[in-house]
């Protein structure tokens, strides 16, 4: 099962940041906090990801609460392209393979 | 460009005919996976490969082979596909460490 929580959907409007919540309150602390996005049956896209500290790319914004229980990305100028159902994986590595579990996710609509 | 190849994209055939996916990456990662993906059940792993001649089972690996013999490759094989196998599949690879996966494109299998 998926570690993580997030809402089924949300709604923003274009040119505004659209920020998506997750809660994965049973993380322990050699996991990382993933996110991907995938647009209608196209390969998931990877966006950001991070352990303790925040994090930001070209692309979007990682912020992950003190306690790492929750967190949020955001996308700051959201546009219509970014429509798409965005995952929040929380993931840990080691010699045998890496345990990546995909939840349902957000399907998130940017509206004109 | 880096990236990661799977062929064939869509393929229609019927139960019982052996076929193969393959999937090729060439960014030197050491490792792959195979996932599918089947509305409401989201991504589940099938099988993945940590190096060369090293694979091991995900969570759904019945009715599914795959091998590594060389690093760039990781076909699946389907030797007796059956309807249930009918989903959107796709291959991931990724550099060691706490790196994010790459997805290729997606295939499309339909089994009648």
């Known amino acids: 099962d998926a570690k993580t929580t997030q809402p089924p959907s949300m709604d923003c409007a274009e040119g505004r940041a659209a920020n998506l919540p997750c809660n994965h309150s049973t993380i322990s602390g050699n996991e990382y906090v993933y996110w991907y996005r995938q647009i209608h049956s196209q390969g998931p896209q990877y966006i950001i990801h991070?352990?303790?500290n925040n994090e930001t790319n070209e692309m979007a914004s990682l912020i992950i609460t003190e306690d790492r229980k929750s967190s949020t990305l955001i996308l700051p100028h959201a546009t219509l392209r970014d429509t798409a159902v965005y995952y929040c994986i929380v993931s840990f590595t080691d010699n045998y393979g890496q345990n990546f579990v995909f939840g349902p996710g957000t399907r998130l609509s940017v509206l004109p | 460009e880096a990236q990661v190849t799977q062929n064939p994209r869509y393929l229609i055939t019927v139960t019982g005919k052996k076929l193969t996916v393959t999937c090729s990456q060439n960014?030197?990662?050491?490792?792959m996976s195979w996932y599918r993906q089947d509305p409401g059940l989201g991504l589940r792993q099938i099988y993945y490969?940590?190096?060369?001649?090293?694979?091991d089972k995900g969570d759904v690996p019945e009715g599914y082979k795959v091998s590594r013999k060389e690093k760039r490759n990781f076909p699946l094989i389907l030797e007796s596909p059956s309807p249930n196998q009918t989903s959107l599949y796709f291959c991931?690879?990724?550099?060691?460490?706490?790196?994010?996966?790459?997805f290729g494109d997606g295939t499309r299998l339909s089994i009648l």
């Open positions: 960014m030197n990662h050491e490792y």
């Open positions: 991931a690879s990724r550099p060691q460490g706490a790196q994010p996966q790459h």
């Open positions: 490969s940590m190096n060369v001649e090293v694979t």
């Open positions: 991070g352990l303790k």
